[in-house]
């Protein structure tokens, strides 16, 4: 439904972004008694004091605390929007800050189109005229940007699946459709069971789609980034230099690091699992063998990979054959870094690009770079998410996320009407709003798109 | 030039079904009306299928009927067999449909009209319209004479320069045997209006006397008849029995051999025809794969041996109709009386129309019915309806009567009309009507009476038994959900029903919540008016009816409730008449350009546009908050 005007919205309030502190603002009728479902702060409702902040406990889905929040309670008209509003400081970090949102929805608020905080406010007579001057054009603007970047934004094999299933639910639509408006045809109406097997697939289609939405996984299990190359590059030296911190061993000795390091990272509001491994390359040393092999078994799940060149020297077999190795493995997304570009560099960038793989110079030793490689990170963590299954139709996004649970839960009302023996039009009450959901993604499917299926696939009329 | 003294509120052109409706609103309604028709013998001429009601339809004329309109009660007094479809379905898309005397029904109708109080009747054709100043103020017809009037609905049907086609002969009439309309289109083309053309087909009529019936499957009405009209209290006339047959692959044959002199599939035909209602000829070529169709005999009337080939609507030559039709089982020598033909005829796509069908270029002027790019009875006759209230409502000056598509099967329709582009004839589906549930044939009255009291259409006594109805059904349901039922009790009934048992005593409420559980099944058990096993008085069954309705569906009703308040805020946030969309920067283009078109009433009405994006729904909300 378009512009509904007094539900619920939340939506983060802050820009994504390295640490500090996140908000999460809801607003509408039920702004409290949705944040109290998943903030624990001990205290009822009904005495909660406007405009005081509040600690409290997060809780997920689960029963888990997963933070320590600071809550800030706004009752109508009192607030920015004049609605009740309620404003929830996380410890920043993109999961955290996804995750206070996705209960949020989960809790029965909706999530705000852009620009509707600062629409209700208008609304609602909060901000004056000359403000509101620019919200109409801004609304267009990022409507429109939104709409269609989220459009241009799914995915192939996540729009092919959506595709998909809205046309079946088309289908069956009409099918529905045409038992309630051509009964006295003579034509064959769709068997039940038929409707509950395609039904019940797609919507097991939407519980992996749903279950694919990568937020949860990168909170369970953070980034896996794995640091590679041939020993003596100076990978421990950028694990250390990363953390700001003295956690490997560094020496001259190629073949220092043997067994796996694994140290946890917050870059950008990304939890990463920064992995050091030992140098690969050919030996009979057994101990160092064994670490080679565990080096490679965590290239294998890696997320994104750092591959480090020793700048000052030319490249060498040994690298190649890592580069072959890396290239095996296409599921991940490989950053090269020249190292030790504090002495004379013989690897140039130019020697190491190729496709969509970024190079970054850096030294590890003098902590040049970093921040480089750090904005690198950033940048390819925006589109990891899409790439970690390979093969399988992802969900990236929270409003296709939303939508897509919604489509989920009028599939399991359409599924339960059926499985009841109830008439059509009771199960078209609920795949109607499955396809209407569907619609803010695919497009909008109207009742002539119902009508037009119907009459191209079956001889209708007396 | 002639003109008549006399000035009249309102002016009626067409005696059709929308024109009828028109004419008894407003002159019911206390205004001087005059109708003009071409032949007053053909008023209310049913000039397709003998029938009235049909899925969606029948909820067009209960609603028709709660609101104070003659076509339930037409019908109902010349109906010769009524059916209840989808009886198997929920309540909310049964639906009422009645084969009709043809003949009884345009006389009955004209007793209508010649019986009201306030209305004239003139056969005249009307050639051309009187505007002063953008104002409609009268017709002249045929003969030069000017008739001056306050308002003018046109309900000129498919007259406009209609076009028959039967094979590759064709002539212009208005209707088999009748003259079409020259000049009138063109009048109004000449004040800016956009005309367009559609087109619609009909079936040959056949001699009774040479079918074999017994060859054929017999269709009978029900056995316990309901009336359209909440006011008829009962069915007395016989019903009289239709009867299927099936086309064969001779059939097909016989039919793709006319194919070349066929005015549909050589070009000569221009205008769209209805999807829903396709020729013979279309399906067996669209659906190569069926080789067989449905053919219903349906009696044309008590005093006729005639019969209307239903399913066999064809503009094929005179031969292949005849051939063809004696291919079928039971017709081998099956003789037509009247050929079957197609007709293309101008209509106003009605984008160019107000939500009370006056027209947004000429003041005082209403469209209503088939030049509105509909069809159907039922939907001509709503909207002749809604255009003579309207009308007259305009006249006193006070403000319009609309229903939303949440009230009404009515709102769907006009709303649809208004807002969306008319590819084909417009006819009412269930499914358009994203508010089904709750705008159900049973509650029509409930949804509709108070607003025909209040026009003064539907007489007080009425209305107060229509409240009385209500005010029942709620008091019984409260009642109900205070009684419990003990499992001693409750427990043979269930069983009786294959339902499972209870162990404690349960609340009726629940147990009727239940599938296949009736009120009638706990008669006499329970101690409650709405228990007795003799109730037999029409206005107690409905009643008790709702009741049950009511209870068993409450949860979807609840959902359904939800999404109408939804959709009520935008339908309650009104644009100003004179918005200038020029002024908005924002919108996108495409959204300012069928903004300025079809000017909507409200931020509702933009939403379904298409074209019109939530964007653009967000952009113009907030510019009228703005002013
Ligand atoms: N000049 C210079 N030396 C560096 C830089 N980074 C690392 N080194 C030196 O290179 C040597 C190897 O560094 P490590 O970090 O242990 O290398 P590694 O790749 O972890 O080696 P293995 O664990 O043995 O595979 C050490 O002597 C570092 O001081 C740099 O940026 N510049
Ligand atoms: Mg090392």
Sequence with gaps: ?462 | MMHTTDIYDVIIVGGGHAGCEAALASARMGMKTILFTMNISTIAQMSCNPAIGGLAKGHLVRELDALGGEMAKAIDDEGIQFRMLNKSKGPAVWSLRAQADRLGYSVRMRRALEGQENLEIKQAVVNSIIVESGKCCGVKIFTGTEFFCRAVILTAGTFLNGLIHIGMVSFPSGRAGEFAVAGLTEDLVKYGFEALRLKTGTPPRIDGRSVNLDKMTVQHGDPDPVPFSFQTEKIVQDQMPCYLTMTNSKTHEIINSGLDRSPLFTGKIVGIGPRYCPSIETKVIQFPEKNSHQLFLEPEGRNTTEYYLNGFATSLPEDIQASAIQSVTGMEHAKITRLGYAIEYDFFPPGQLLPTLETKRIENLFFAGQINGTSGYEEAAVQGFMAGVNAVLKVRNEPPFILHRSQAYIGVLIDDLITKEIYEPYRMFTSLAEYRLLLRQDNADLRLTEYGYKLGLVPEEYFFKVKLKRESVHQYIDELKKMRLSPDKANPILERKSSATITESESILQLLKRPNISIQDFNGIIDHPIFSSNIEEKLKKEIREQVEIEIKYEGYFQRQQEQVSRFEKLENQFIPDKMNYDQIDSLSNEAREKLKQIRPLSLGQASRIAGVSPADIAVLMVFLKRQ
């Design chain 1, 1 to 462: 439904m378009v512009n509904e005007l007094d539900d619920t919205i939340a939506a983060i309030a802050t820009p994504p972004g390295r640490g500090g502190i996140a908000i999460i603002r809801l607003s509408g009728k039920e702004a409290i008694a949705v944040t109290v479902k998943f903030f624990n702060c001990g205290i009822k409702i009904e005495e909660i004091e406007p405009r005081r902040a509040v600690v409290g406990k997060v809780i997920d889905e689960d029963g888990f605390a997963i933070d320590e929040a600071i809550a800030i309670f706004f009752k109508s008209p009192g607030s920015y929007t004049k609605e009740d509003l309620v404003e929830i400081n996380t410890h920043g970090g993109i999961y955290l800050s996804q995750k206070v949102l996705e209960l949020a929805i989960k809790n029965g608020a909706r999530l705000a189109k852009p620009g509707e905080f600062t629409l209700r406010a208008f609304l609602n007579g909060r901000i004056d005229l000359s403000q509101a001057e620019a919200i109409a054009d801004l609304i267009q603007a990022r409507t429109d940007a939104s709409i269609r970047a989220s459009y241009v934004q799914l995915d192939g094999r996540l729009s092919k699946k959506i595709n998909e299933i809205s046309n079946l639910l088309l289908d069956y639509c009409s099918l529905l459709e045409i038992e309630l408006d051509f009964s006295e045809e003579n034509i064959e109406f769709v068997q039940r069971t038929d409707l509950i097997k395609k039904v019940d697939a797609a919507k097991q289609e939407l519980e992996k789609l749903v279950a694919t939405f990568q937020i949860g996984r990168i909170a369970r299990e953070g980034v896996k980034l794995v640091i590679t190359g041939k020993p003596n590059v100076g990978k421990s030296s950028l694990l250390n230099a990363l953390i700001m911190e003295e956690r490997a061993i560094v020496t001259e000795i190629p073949g220092t690091t043997r067994d796996a390091l694994e140290v946890q990272l917050d870059i950008h509001g990304f939890l990463f699992r920064i992995i050091d491994t030992a140098g690969i390359k050919k030996t009979e040393d057994k101990i160092e063998r064994e670490g080679i092999r565990r080096a490679k078994k965590h290239l294998e799940s890696a997320d994104v990979i750092l591959h480090v060149f020793d700048g000052s020297l030319p490249i060498e077999n040994d690298d190649k054959v890592i580069m072959d190795e890396i290239d095996k493995l296409d599921s991940a997304k490989v950053i090269r870094i020249i190292n030790k570009n504090d002495l004379a560099q013989q690897i140039e960038s130019k020697d190491l690009e190729q496709r969509d793989t970024p190079v970054v110079s850096i030294s590890a030793l003098q902590n040049r770079g970093i921040e480089i490689l750090d904005q690198e990170l950033h940048n390819l963590i925006l589109n990891v998410n899409e790439n970690i299954s390979g093969n399988e139709a992802i969900v990236t996004n929270v409003r296709h996320w939303e939508i897509l649970n919604r489509v989920k839960e009028n599939l399991t009302g359409a599924l339960r009407e059926a499985e009841q023996g109830a008439s059509s039009e009771f199960i078209s009450l609920y795949l109607r709003e499955a396809l209407d959901c569907l619609g803010q993604i695919t497009g909008k499917v109207t009742t002539d798109d119902i009508l037009n299926n119907i009459f191209s696939k079956f001889c209708i009329g007396k």
